[in-house]
Structures are given as structure tokens and as C-alpha cells.
């Protein structure tokens, strides 16, 4: 923990605790040569190193390194100790995005300019070759005079760091705001990707809500990969023709981030300005990561995991939307995180249904197994049905979600509480 007033460097004073994750806290600090505000974003060495971010980090730095844009947050320099690693960026004082469209709808002209500003920023960001694929409000920072800065380049990807397809694939991102592609897990292009969060964002703002609803995960996923939405009878024409032109489920035909600008809804009220300052800051990165890295490590294909996919992972609000949709409705559906590869955690699966007896049936494509029961209770109500299903979140770390499919629900609760949990202990790093 960094102390208020402590001094890191020789250069910049702590402050007050602006927020933290999993794996990092964020302080106010002010730069002690030129008075500046700045934000420190402290991260624990060790913590990075047992769970293999190492290349992850590397690569945030080596993303941010290249951007250089009026909106988005700029990082200053990276220091490091023995211990802890340090981030210096911009401080961004408007908070954030989300905290604008959480009481509800904006003006369009509102809406507008901030979609305006992100789309540049996007286009800029892609024109150098990094997808950010992590975009949702709640990443997008507002400057004191209310102009939008792009956040939290965690999940990003640099161009050569796609397979021999030309494709990403990895599945990254937030449920709601994940192009349907990135879910298929069958490859996808990063910069289409973020197109679909993109029109993703400008619903929300302009209709104070998500366009993908639902409290079941899986539920949810089906309405992205359908584009199954629907647009409010208060947006204008303009913005209905834009976003069934972003919120295309092909990306092949999906509008690109040039087309966008070119629109006439995106134009209307936009004045020119000074492409931004495209030269790189001179940047510290002599800060180490651990002894034995080295030059050659940068330029390997790398799959995603940053600290948003963590706190994906360990739930605070991530994969469980039902809090934001509805209430009092009985959860029929657990999830844990695994370190193991997802043909051992399947196979566990697979064992265990069968050792309760359980009719057992694997489909390697989705990595999914269902486990139904051969026989009504004691109570007489239906067998339990239960599935589970493995999603990669980075390599030899996983996300399995458990649900009923069918069945009684006191039976499901009682055969995870008693045998499968129990069963499963030796693969499973939490429950959530």
C-alpha cells in the first residue's frame, strides 16, 4: 500500500486513492519538479508474476507507447522497484462515462459529440494497428472540460499478434458489449470488433440502457450472436440507419470506422480539426518485469489477459448482469475459475456426472458437457439436468459456467452442493 504523502522516485508525491482492481490500485499524485496532477497506477510484481501477466503488462506499455491522441489518456512513464511496477499517466478528473448515462438517456447532440470523439479515437488507434477490445463506458473518461478519453488498454492487441489467419482468438471483452464473432471463438477481426462495441456504447448513451439484456449468460450470448434488439421509437432516422449498420452480426458487412465518420448523422455539428500529434513521448520503459525477459518475448504471439479480464473473472459484476436487469428472480447458475487446459476440465467433468450415474454426453466444438440424470428424486420431480461450459479467458486459465438446464431446483442446488463441488476441488481455483 502506497502512503498519502509518500514520495516515489524522487519525483512524485502520493496522494488519495483514485479506485483499484484485482491486481492494481490507482493514487492521485503530483509531479514534484512541474506541480502537475498525474494518476499512479501501482501494480504488484509478484502477484503479476504467479498468475503469468508478465507479457500482458508488456504489451499495455507497449500499446500505450504508440498512442499518442487528444482523447485518449496519455501515459507519461513507467518506473519500477524490486517490488511494484508504476504506470504515470494523465489524470482524467471528469470521472467516468458510465457515470453520465447511469441515470438515464443523453440528448442526442450530446451523445453525439462523445461518440464523435471515441470513433476518432478508435480510427486513430486502428490506423496504428492496435484494437483495443475492451471498450464499454466505463473505460471512457471525461477531461474537465467534458471531452472523452479512451482508458485501459489491458485487452488490447497489436497487429502481429494474430494467428496465420490474419484473426484473433481469444475471447476478451465484457458480455454486453462483445461482437458476436468474439463469442463464437472461431477468430475474429479486432478492429470490426470494436466497431460493434462502439455501437454498442452510442445505444446506451442514447437510449439509457443496453440493447443486449439478460440475466442468464448464455441467454444473453444468443441475442448478440442474432442482433436481437430492439431500437426505441425516440431515435431519430439518422441514428437508426447508423447503428443497424454497426450492430451487424457479419462482420464482413459491417460498417468500418471510416464509413462511420463519413455518415451524415456522424458529421452533423462536427468541426475540423487539427489531426492529433502522431510522435511517440519518450517514454522510461527500463523498468524490468522479471530477470530473465528479453527483446524476443515482445514480438510473440501472445494471447489476452489484463486486469479487466480478472475482474471479469473473480465477479464483482462482470458476468453476472441479473443485478442491472432484474431482481428477486432465483439463480439457477454457478460459475469457477480454473487454471487447468480445457480438455482436463472437461474430462473432470465428464467423470464426475458419471460417477453419479448421470448420462453423460461431450461436444469438443464449444467445450461443453451435459449431465442428466436417469431417474426422478425421491420427491418424485423430474431428474436433474445439469450443463456446464468451458470459455477460455487466456491460455490455462478458464471460466467454466454451470447451469440447470432442467429438472427440480432443490435437486440441482443439493447434487452441486454435495458431489459435484466436493468432485471438482481439485481443479477449481474459486467459485463464484
Not at 384 to 406: D, Q, R, T, W
Request: hydrophobic share 40%; charged share 30%; with cysteine.
Amino acid at each position: 500500500m502506497e502512503k498519502k504523502g509518500a514520495v516515489l522516485m524522487l519525483r512524485y508525491e502520493v496522494g488519495r486513492l483514485l479506485g483499484q482492481g484485482t491486481f492494481a490500485k490507482v493514487y492521485h499524485a503530483r509531479n514534484l519538479k512541474t506541480g502537475d496532477s498525474v494518476a499512479v497506477k501501482v501494480i504488484d510484481k509478484d502477484r503479476i508474476l504467479k498468475v503469468g501477466m508478465t507479457e500482458q503488462i508488456k504489451r499495455e506499455v507497449s500499446v500505450m507507447r504508440l498512442l499518442r491522441h487528444p482523447n485518449i489518456v496519455e501515459l507519461h512513464e513507467v518506473m519500477a522497484t524490486k517490488s511494484k511496477i508504476y504506470f504515470v499517466m494523465e489524470h482524467v478528473k471528469g470521472g467516468e462515462l458510465f457515470d453520465k448515462v447511469s441515470s438515464g438517456k443523453l440528448r442526442e447532440s450530446v451523445a453525439r459529440k462523445y461518440f464523435q470523439q471515441l470513433v476518432r479515437a478508435i480510427d486513430y488507434c486502428h490506423s496504428r494497428g492496435v484494437c483495443h477490445r475492451d471498450l464499454k463506458p466505463e473505460n471512457l473518461l471525461l477531461d474537465e472540460e467534458g471531452n472523452l478519453k479512451v482508458s485501459d488498454f489491458g485487452l488490447s492487441a497489436l497487429a502481429d499478434s494474430r494467428r496465420h489467419d490474419g484473426l484473433l482468438h481469444t475471447t476478451c471483452g465484457t458480455p454486453a458489449y462483445v461482437a458476436p464473432e468474439v463469442i463464437s471463438r472461431n477468430g475474429y477481426d479486432g478492429f470490426k470488433a470494436d466497431v460493434w462495441s462502439c455501437g454498442v456504447i452510442l445505444f446506451v448513451l442514447l437510449a439509457g440502457y443496453l440493447p443486449f439484456r439478460d440475466s442468464n449468460l448464455m441467454e444473453l450470448y444468443k441475442k448478440i450472436g442474432k442482433a436481437d434488439f430492439k431500437l426505441p421509437n425516440w431515435f431519430t432516422p439518422g441514428a437508426r440507419r447508423l447503428l443497424k449498420r454497426i450492430l451487424d452480426p457479419n462482420p464482413r458487412t459491417r460498417i468500418s470506422t471510416e464509413k462511420i465518420m463519413q455518415s451524415s448523422w456522424f458529421r452533423k455539428g462536427l468541426e475540423e480539426e487539427k489531426d492529433a500529434d502522431d510522435e511517440e513521448a519518450d517514454v522510461d520503459y527500463e523498468a524490468t518485469l522479471h530477470k530473465d525477459s528479453d527483446a524476443t518475448a515482445e514480438k510473440e504471439k501472445k494471447q489476452c489477459i489484463n486486469l479487466n479480464a480478472f475482474e471479469i473473472i473473480s465477479l464483482s459484476t462482470g458476468f453476472d448482469l441479473s443485478g442491472l436487469f432484474e431482481k428477486g428472480e432465483e439463480k439457477e447458475e454457478m460459475r469457477f475459475t480454473s487454471n487447468r487446459e480445457a480438455t482436463e476440465i472437461t474430462e473432470k467433468l465428464v467423470e464426475v456426472g458419471r460417477e453419479l450415474k448421470m448420462k453423460v454426453r461431450k461436444k469438443e466444438e464449444g467445450w461443453k458437457v451435459k449431465m442428466e440424470g436417469r431417474k426422478a428424486t425421491a420427491t418424485g420431480a423430474e431428474p436433474v439436468v445439469v450443463e456446464a461450459e468451458v470459455f477460455e479467458i487466456a491460455p490455462s486459465f478458464h471460466m467454466v459456467v454451470m447451469k440447470k438446464s432442467g429438472g427440480d431446483t432443490a435437486e440441482y442446488n443439493r447434487v452441486v452442493k454435495e458431489s459435484i463441488k466436493p468432485a471438482l476441488m481439485n481443479i477449481v481455483l474459486a467459485w463464484h
